[in-house]
């Protein structure tokens, strides 16, 4: 059974007891969103990540989902992808298609996969070349606030130092105010060539999800929602920049990731 608290600062903590009950809660958060989106828009965006997140989406390909999502509607992104090839075993497309993309019924023409075929430089641009198109013809919803790109759904998951996307600690594409989509080649955790959503894109969804499981994400998780975090380093915890100015954010946990929050070592989190 998940602790599960009424939303406050439209953030929200979901602990599990279970990866099992994890998975079923994040199935069916995905698939309302979707339904949502569908109904009030037409269509439903989703940007996904690397990690274990893929393999927890994986109640969505089975029944009920596999039949009552309408996949027709959803269009396809990636947060960040590394640059390699998409049949290596590091790509997070080849994951994703793998693991989600051939079992159930999205276009393929409605998928956004990074190019590559150029430099990890071009493949950015592109990217959001790709992108900025989408948010003309409003496929891809719009900020108000700052023109970014609004996706219907950002999935992240979180690395042990407080990664998510490939926004890393003290990187300074965690300063990237201009462009939508950057690179990095010097990723701390290889391989080192990665692109990037920026932190105001990330900002901008109407949904993020940031999942974290495991023990060693117990601390990055305690630094990323704790009300006090004495003398941290803003740049230090890059899932604590994770603050949608407009949309919601909801925190999805096992009992490990959660156990320093847990231990009372942390004052009343920023999330409920
Ligand atoms: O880009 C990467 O190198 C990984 O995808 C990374 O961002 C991963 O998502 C986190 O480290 C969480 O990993 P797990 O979900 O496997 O715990």
Redo the contacts with the bound molecule.
């Keep these: 059974m998940a602790a599960s608290g009424e939303p406050k600062k439209k953030s929200e903590l979901r602990v599990f007891e279970s990866l099992d009950e994890l998975a079923t809660d994040l199935a069916e958060y995905i698939a309302q969103l979707s339904e949502i989106s569908v109904k009030e828009r037409g269509c439903f965006t989703i940007a996904l990540?690397?990690?274990?997140?893929i393999s927890?989406m994986g109640k969505l390909c089975e029944a009920p989902y596999n039949k009552t999502v309408d996949w027709t509607k959803w269009y396809v992104f990636w947060a960040?992808e590394?640059a390699v090839a998409k049949n290596h075993v590091?790509s997070?497309y080849k994951q994703t298609k793998d693991g989600f993309l051939s079992k159930v019924s999205i276009l393929n023409s409605h998928v956004y996969s990074i190019n590559d075929n150029v430099t990890v430089e071009d493949a950015a641009g592109e990217y959001e070349f790709a992108i900025r198109q989408m948010v003309k013809i409003r496929i891809i919803g719009v900020s108000e606030i700052n023109d970014c790109p609004k996706f219907d759904l950002i999935l992240?998951?979180?690395?042990?130092?407080g990664?998510?996307?490939?926004l890393f600690p003290q990187h300074p594409a965690l300063e990237q105010k201009e462009e939508w989509v950057t690179y990095i080649t010097n990723?701390p955790?290889?391989?080192p060539e990665?692109i990037t959503f920026t932190l105001p894109v990330i900002n901008s969804a109407s949904n993020v999800a940031l999942?974290?499981?495991?023990e060693?994400?117990a601390m990055a998780v305690h630094l990323a929602i704790a009300d006090a975090t004495d003398g941290l380093d803003a740049s230090s915890s890059p899932a604590r920049m994770i603050q949608p100015t407009d949309g919601k954010l909801v925190w999805f946990i096992d009992k490990p990731a959660a156990s320093v929050l847990d231990a009372g070592n942390s004052d009343s989190p920023r999330v409920e």
């Design positions: 990540s690397g990690g274990s997140l927890l960040d590394r590091d997070n992240l998951s979180m690395g042990p130092d990664h998510v996307a490939s990723s955790k290889p391989p990665r999942v974290a499981t495991g060693d994400k």
